[in-house]
């Protein structure tokens, strides 16, 4: 038996093989001779391979390229270096050879490059960080930058499948797509997805680049290219996109128009719908510059207004305030129609002393307010109106009443009956929404306790109703509704209802008139005492005469002939305000 030297007398084997295995001078490896995968490596095989000698286990020494059988294969390093490398294999043990690797020719280093150099350093600092992919074993080689990118230790070798896991699903597919797209046409490819980090599992958002590397026989060698983490520029443009939207809603639900009007080019950029929906106009119409707007988009009578305020916004904090009168064509409106806008805006500049570069603003169509403005305005004369008449009318039942009456009682009864039949007649004014009174309504209303039946012509009743509708507009509804309750307290005193076999017969119609309708009125009683011409002129005579004529401007004919009293009444009908009418933009 062949004995050891001195120095290594007390050695064990195992501790003398790792020694030279370590220590030798020329690269070995020691791989699996089932696959080839490398078992263990010493530091001169990882200095010329480029890396350590922990992050070659698993991997193949053919992975670049070449074939291990025939004893040549090609390297790619990190730092993306090209070896030719000749495998000299030793006799297989325990399922183990020992592999002595020679480099036969390899490509300048680029890190021996300092153009190089300086690129490497310049992408950290850009915060990129460098990948590159090998098909042979399915690992994924990470710079420190991008290995702190996807949250993995520096040095860290990480399997594609791996990192594949961790890519949101929805993104997967995408990506996946971009990749093979690439691979097919020989091109980079870029594409942003979520990425759980291996470290806290935190998702992040992630871009991605890179491209095919190709073998000497044209095949797919590997894939290299670059990380960035962009979640904070994600988050930042996702916040935005928040933004705009909650201000869309909040102009749509406003129904303001936004827009961009660039000084220097006297151009415009509408950026919703309502802006084309408050000038009536498509978007294949175009937009409307400033000089178009002032020359024959403004009402004229509105142009020195505007401008005026256009000028007072540049010269001061650059807000603008303007409401104006529009002319509008489109597809809803008949014709032209001119509607009433309000614009509000602030104007940017590119300096603080600079020059006014854009206006940026919003618009409304204010058109239905003011006219409800306006409708609430004549509204309010016309309730000054009828309260001064009201007052009067009071003021002169007052009077009336007490110059005819012959005792307290006598007064009390007449004026309360005069003062129910106007708050009647008032009451069925305020029901109504344009402020009318139904002649028949008052007729009803003051003849109903003395009918015996319902008021409709031809049935043989005590009272009898025979015309169209009619509505009684507020300013001649108060003295008519006056005039009837006249005529009823008369006949329920003196005349044809002061008895059971008296009848009162009422007739209406329009006719036309040379401006406007006319209301023919005919008030017949019969079968009452005999009618005799009053003796002294009451309330209810002057009121018949006086303010039937005055405020109605009717003619009024009173026949007191002895089988009852017949009145004729021929009063013109006020032409109503569309304006006061709340309905006439439904």
Same mark, same amino acid.
């Given at each position: 038996m062949e004995q050891r030297p001195d120095a290594a007398a007390g050695l064990p084997d195992d501790l003398l093989a790792r020694l030279a295995f370590e220590g030798a001078p020329v690269a070995l490896a020691c791989v699996n001779g089932s696959d080839g995968r490398i078992a263990a490596a010493n530091p001169a095989l990882a200095a010329l391979l480029g890396t350590a000698p922990g992050r070659l286990i698993g991997r193949t020494l053919g992975e670049g390229g070449g074939d291990p059988a025939t004893g040549e294969t090609i390297w790619h390093r990190a730092d993306g270096s090209t070896v030719r490398l000749r495998l000299r294999a030793g006799p297989e043990r325990d399922g183990h050879r020992v592999v002595a690797v020679d480099a036969i020719s390899e490509e300048p280093t680029p890190r021996a490059d300092p153009l190089r150099e300086h690129g490497h350093l310049a992408l950290a600092a850009a915060g990129l960080g460098e990948w590159s992919w090998s098909p042979a074993d399915g690992r994924v080689v990470l710079s420190d930058r991008a290995a702190a990118i996807l949250g993995y230790p520096a040095g860290a070798t990480p399997a594609w499948a791996d990192l594949r896991e961790a890519v949101a699903r929805d993104d997967l597919d995408r990506l996946r797509a971009a990749v093979e797209d690439a691979v097919a046409k020989a091109i980079p490819y870029a594409v942003e997805l979520r990425f759980r980090r291996a470290c806290d599992g935190q998702e992040a958002w992630i871009s991605a680049r890179g491209r095919a590397i190709p073998g000497p026989d044209g095949a797919l060698a590997g894939m290299a290219g670059i990380v960035q983490d962009v979640t904070a520029r994600e988050e930042a443009r996702r916040a935005l996109h928040d933004r705009e939207q909650r201000l869309r809603v909040a102009t749509t639900v406003a129904a303001l128009g936004i827009f961009e009007w660039h000084v220097l080019a006297d151009q415009s950029l509408w950026e919703n719908e309502r802006m084309w929906e408050i000038f009536g106009r498509r978007p294949q119409d175009g937009t409307i510059s400033m000089r178009e707007f002032f020359r024959t988009v403004v009402h004229p009578e509105d142009k020195a207004a505007f401008r005026q305020a256009v000028t007072a916004a540049l010269h001061s904090d650059g807000v603008l305030h303007a409401t104006t009168r529009i002319r509008r064509s489109g597809p809803d409106d008949a014709g032209t129609a001119w509607r009433t806008i309000e614009m509000a805006g602030r104007f940017e500049r590119d300096g603080p002393a600079g020059l006014p570069s854009r206006l940026i603003g919003v618009v409304a169509d204010?058109?239905?307010?003011?006219?409800?403005?306006?409708?609430?305005?004549?509204?309010?004369?016309?309730? =000054?109106?009828?309260?001064?008449?009201?007052?009067?009318?009071?003021? @002169?039942?007052?009077?009336?009443?007490?110059?005819?009456?012959?005792?307290?009682?006598?007064?009390?009864?007449?004026?309360?009956?005069?003062? /129910?039949?106007?708050?009647?007649?008032?009451?069925?004014?305020?029901?109504?929404?344009?402020?009318?009174?139904? #002649?028949?309504?008052? #007729?009803e209303n003051e003849l109903r306790p003395y009918a015996d039946g319902a008021m409709l012509p031809?049935?043989?009743?005590?009272?009898?109703?025979?015309?169209?509708?009619?509505?009684?507009?507020?300013?001649?509804?108060?003295?008519?509704? /006056?005039?009837? =309750?006249?005529?009823?307290?008369?006949?329920?005193?003196?005349?044809?209802?002061?008895?059971?076999?008296?009848?009162?017969?009422?007739?209406?119609?329009?006719?036309?008139?040379?401006?406007?309708?006319?209301?023919?009125?005919?008030?017949?009683?019969?079968?009452?005492?005999?009618?005799?011409?009053?003796?002294?002129?009451?309330?209810?005579?002057?009121?018949?005469?006086?303010?039937?004529?005055?405020?109605?401007?009717?003619?009024?004919?009173?026949?007191?002939?002895?089988?009852?009293?017949?009145?004729? /009444? #021929?009063?013109? #009908?006020?032409?109503?305000?569309? @304006?006061?009418?709340?309905?006439?933009?439904l």
């Amino acid at each position: 038996m062949e004995q050891r030297p001195d120095a290594a007398a007390g050695l064990p084997d195992d501790l003398l093989a790792r020694l030279a295995f370590e220590g030798a001078p020329v690269a070995l490896a020691c791989v699996n001779g089932s696959d080839g995968r490398i078992a263990a490596a010493n530091p001169a095989l990882a200095a010329l391979l480029g890396t350590a000698p922990g992050r070659l286990i698993g991997r193949t020494l053919g992975e670049g390229g070449g074939d291990p059988a025939t004893g040549e294969t090609i390297w790619h390093r990190a730092d993306g270096s090209t070896v030719r490398l000749r495998l000299r294999a030793g006799p297989e043990r325990d399922g183990h050879r020992v592999v002595a690797v020679d480099a036969i020719s390899e490509e300048p280093t680029p890190r021996a490059d300092p153009l190089r150099e300086h690129g490497h350093l310049a992408l950290a600092a850009a915060g990129l960080g460098e990948w590159s992919w090998s098909p042979a074993d399915g690992r994924v080689v990470l710079s420190d930058r991008a290995a702190a990118i996807l949250g993995y230790p520096a040095g860290a070798t990480p399997a594609w499948a791996d990192l594949r896991e961790a890519v949101a699903r929805d993104d997967l597919d995408r990506l996946r797509a971009a990749v093979e797209d690439a691979v097919a046409k020989a091109i980079p490819y870029a594409v942003e997805l979520r990425f759980r980090r291996a470290c806290d599992g935190q998702e992040a958002w992630i871009s991605a680049r890179g491209r095919a590397i190709p073998g000497p026989d044209g095949a797919l060698a590997g894939m290299a290219g670059i990380v960035q983490d962009v979640t904070a520029r994600e988050e930042a443009r996702r916040a935005l996109h928040d933004r705009e939207q909650r201000l869309r809603v909040a102009t749509t639900v406003a129904a303001l128009g936004i827009f961009e009007w660039h000084v220097l080019a006297d151009q415009s950029l509408w950026e919703n719908e309502r802006m084309w929906e408050i000038f009536g106009r498509r978007p294949q119409d175009g937009t409307i510059s400033m000089r178009e707007f002032f020359r024959t988009v403004v009402h004229p009578e509105d142009k020195a207004a505007f401008r005026q305020a256009v000028t007072a916004a540049l010269h001061s904090d650059g807000v603008l305030h303007a409401t104006t009168r529009i002319r509008r064509s489109g597809p809803d409106d008949a014709g032209t129609a001119w509607r009433t806008i309000e614009m509000a805006g602030r104007f940017e500049r590119d300096g603080p002393a600079g020059l006014p570069s854009r206006l940026i603003g919003v618009v409304a169509d204010i058109t239905d307010r003011r006219l409800a403005e306006e409708r609430q305005s004549l509204l309010i004369r016309e309730l =000054h109106h009828r309260v001064k008449n009201t007052l009067a009318t009071v003021q @002169a039942i007052v009077g009336s009443t007490a110059r005819t009456a012959s005792s307290i009682d006598s007064f009390y009864e007449a004026f309360v009956g005069r003062i /129910m039949s106007l708050a009647h007649t008032h009451s069925v004014l305020t029901e109504d929404v344009w402020q009318t009174a139904s #002649l028949r309504t008052l #007729l009803e209303n003051e003849l109903r306790p003395y009918a015996d039946g319902a008021m409709l012509p031809g049935t043989g009743g005590r009272v009898e109703l025979d015309g169209p509708a009619v509505d009684l507009p507020s300013e001649i509804a108060v003295p008519i509704g /006056m005039a009837i =309750h006249e005529l009823t307290t008369n006949a329920a005193k003196y005349g044809a209802l002061s008895n059971r076999a008296g009848r009162v017969r009422i007739r209406w119609s329009l006719e036309s008139g040379p401006d406007r309708p006319r209301l023919r009125f005919h008030w017949q009683e019969s079968g009452g005492p005999a009618v005799a011409p009053p003796t002294r002129q009451g309330f209810g005579s002057r009121l018949l005469q006086r303010v039937l004529t005055t405020q109605v401007q009717a003619e009024v004919a009173t026949d007191y002939a002895a089988g009852g009293l017949v009145l004729t /009444m #021929l009063a013109p #009908l006020p032409v109503r305000n569309a @304006a006061l009418n709340p309905l006439a933009a439904l």
